[in-house]
C-alpha cells in the first residue's frame, strides 16, 4: 500500500479558459462587460495597511446587513461567501446528507455533479424535455436534494416563478436550492417565496449582474434555521472566507442601487439586438434571460465555429456532450464586441 490508495479521486470542474491577449473578444464565461460600481473603484483606492495586515470580521456583517437591506430580510438570512460556488460547496456540504439522490438537471451548471461527487453525495439528472425545458413534475419524486440554475445554464431558459413554486413545494422534505446566478437579467426571483416555505435557499453571485467575477463574491439567501446550519459548517471549514476589500467593495456595489440597475438595462438592451442578429445569421436558440445566449446554427457544426472565431481571438464557449455539443454559449458583452463578433460570423456564413 502506499499514500496514492489513500487519496480522495475526483474529476474537477473544467472552468472556462482565461485567456490573456491584449486585443480579445472575450464572450466565454458570462462576465459582465461593464465595470463595476464608481463606488467600488473610489474604495479601492482607499485600502490602508490595515486592511491587509488585520483579520476581516467573520462574520462580514457589513456586507450581510447591506443585502440583508437590499434584499428585506433579516440579515440572519444571509450567508457570504467566496463567490456563489463557495456557497454552493458549503450548501451541498450542509444540506445534502441523505442516501435518496439528489436531482438536479441532465444540461446545468456542470459543478453540481464535481461536488456531488467530492462529497459522496448520490444523485440523479433528470433530463429537461425537448425544448430544454424544466419540467416541475419530473421532480416530484423520492429525493435528497433538488438544485437548479433559474435561469438555466448553459441553455438562458427562465423557469416561470410559478413553476419554480411547484418544484419547492412538492418536496417539502427536502432543501430545494434555486441558484440564481443570472436571475437579474430577466425573471422573478425566488426570493418571494421564502415566507412561505422554510426547505428553499436562493443562492446569488456579484459575479454577473454586478461585475465583480473577480472579487470572488456570493451569497445565499433563506430560512433563519437554514443559513444558521451553514454557519456551523463554514465555521467548521474557514472562519475567515471573506476578505476586507471583498466586504468593503461588496458593499459598495450593493449601495448602488441605480448604477445595477443601468448596467442591467445595457446588457438587456444588447441581448434582444444580439438575438435578432443572430436569428438572421441563422442560428436557433432558446429565448434568452441570462446574459448569453445558447445558439445553434442551422447549417454550420458548433465546433467549427467555435475554432474558426478563436482564431480571431473571439472567445465563446462550446460544450461537448450529446444534445449540446452543436450549441455555442455566447455571453453578452458591450454592442461593439457583439457588432465584431456579427461582422466575423457575417462573412465566415457569407450571410
Ligand atoms: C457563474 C455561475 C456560478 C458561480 O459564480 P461565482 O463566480 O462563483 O459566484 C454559479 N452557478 C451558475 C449557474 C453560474 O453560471
Redesign the pocket.
Known sequence: MSWEDYVRRVEPYVPGEQPNKARMIKLNT?ENPYPPAPGVAAALKGIQDETLRLYPDPTAKKLVDALAERYQVSPSQVFVGV??????AMAFLTFFQSEKPLLFPDIS?S?YKVWAELYRIPYECVPLDENFRIRPEDYRRENGGIIF?NPN?PTSLLLPLDEVEKIVAGSPDSVVIV?E??IDFGGESALSLLPKYDNLLV?Q????SRSM?GM???YAIGSEKMIKAMMDVKYSFNSYTMNRTSIELGYEAVKDEAYFQETIAKVKATRERAAKRLAELGFHFPEPSANFIFAEHESVPAAELFQALREKDIYVRHFNGARVENFLRITIGTDEEMEELFAFLKEYLRK
Not at 83 to 88: A, N, Q, R
Not at 205 to 208: D, E, G, R, V
Open positions: 458570462n463567490g456563489s460556488d463557495d456557497v454552493l451548471y459543478f440554475p445554464a441558484d446566478a443570472y443562492v453571485t456579484f459575479s454577473k467575477a470572488r463574491i456570493g
